[in-house]
Nanobody, 126 residues
């Protein structure tokens, strides 16, 4: 059972940046596609971004394209979410998720993922 631990959440002003990290508890890290989802109060959990197990493919929600980037360091079993030009509507609990796959396809729904972190709060003030 893989455990995922997010970190890096906090309070940031609109227009600012924040980097989230997600560390997996066990190797090998590579066979997992890694995604980030977020959930705002009263709303459903929504897809944000995904990076394939190879790191060669990335998929972004339209709402974050051009502002967020994702990267992974397989040697450190860690995936990073760099969030720039943050907006108040980005405020949510951000969850890291892992899907067991070696493919390059995109996975956009929460039920497609096998493991989840506990979440980290990101609050963007206006």
């Amino acid at each position: 059972q893989v455990q995922l631990v997010e970190s890096g959440g906090g309070l940031v002003q609109a227009g600012g940046s924040r980097r989230l990290s997600c560390a997996a508890s066990e190797p090998p890290f590579r066979p997992y596609a890694m995604g980030w989802f977020r959930q705002a109060p009263g709303k459903e959990r929504e897809f944000v971004v995904l990076i394939s197990s190879s790191g060669g493919s990335t998929y972004f929600a339209d709402s974050v394209k051009g502002r967020f980037t994702i990267s992974r360091d397989n040697a450190k079993n860690t995936v990073y979410l760099q969030m720039n030009s943050l907006k108040p509507e980005d405020t949510a609990v951000y969850y890291c998720a892992a899907k067991i796959t070696m493919g390059e396809a995109g996975y956009y729904t929460a039920r497609q993922y096998d493991y989840w972190g506990q979440g980290t709060q990101v609050t963007v003030s206006s």
